[in-house]
């Protein structure tokens, strides 16, 4: 599923992860996240975007009076399956005090597997590639910036999604 065997090891994956923090010491939070993946078990390498500072997003919209966002975007090749990765993406967000409860709702601390090689996944647990990723800027920006070349499964190219979503094309 991963990749080709290369003396009896399958090549690693791309997994494609976004992070996002609105509250507490965010940039803090960010940088130890990213310490936390790249000391995943079966994790070669890790390649993150810079940070940038986006408005929070609701069930309702944009929301300018709530905490802003920051993220980033994390190219991670590893061999874990993708629902394992997703395992340590959720004990991550706990041990830095996430805490799952309304829906979009202010957050110490968000991973999301966006997607994961060319996986396409509809299965009730892991959805792949992330269900909303082509509509998000604070995704596909970041994801843009660490790999021009980059494409969203199903959905095309990052580049070409991201001109849409600001009216370029």
Do not use: C
């Amino acid at each position: 599923m991963s990749g080709v065997a290369v003396e009896g090891r399958p090549q690693p994956a791309i997994a494609v992860v976004a992070l996002g923090a609105n509250l507490g010491d965010r940039e803090a939070t960010l940088d130890a996240a990213l310490t936390d993946l790249a000391a995943l078990p079966l994790t070669d390498r890790v390649r993150t975007s810079a940070v940038m500072e986006t408005v929070a997003v609701t069930t309702s919209g944009p929301d300018a009076e709530a905490p802003r966002y920051l993220n980033a975007v994390a190219l991670v090749a590893t061999r874990l399956a993708p629902s394992v990765l997703l395992t340590y993406l959720h004990r991550i967000e706990a041990r830095h005090g996430r805490e799952r409860g309304e829906r979009w709702a202010d957050r110490t601390l968000d991973l999301d597997l966006v997607s994961y090689g060319a996986v396409v996944s509809n299965d009730a647990r892991l959805v792949l590639p992330h269900p909303r990723a082509a509509e998000r800027e604070f995704v596909l920006a970041p994801w843009h910036e660490v790999d021009p070349e980059a494409e969203l499964p199903g959905a095309g190219r990052v580049d070409d999604l991201l001109a849409a979503l600001r009216g370029d094309r």
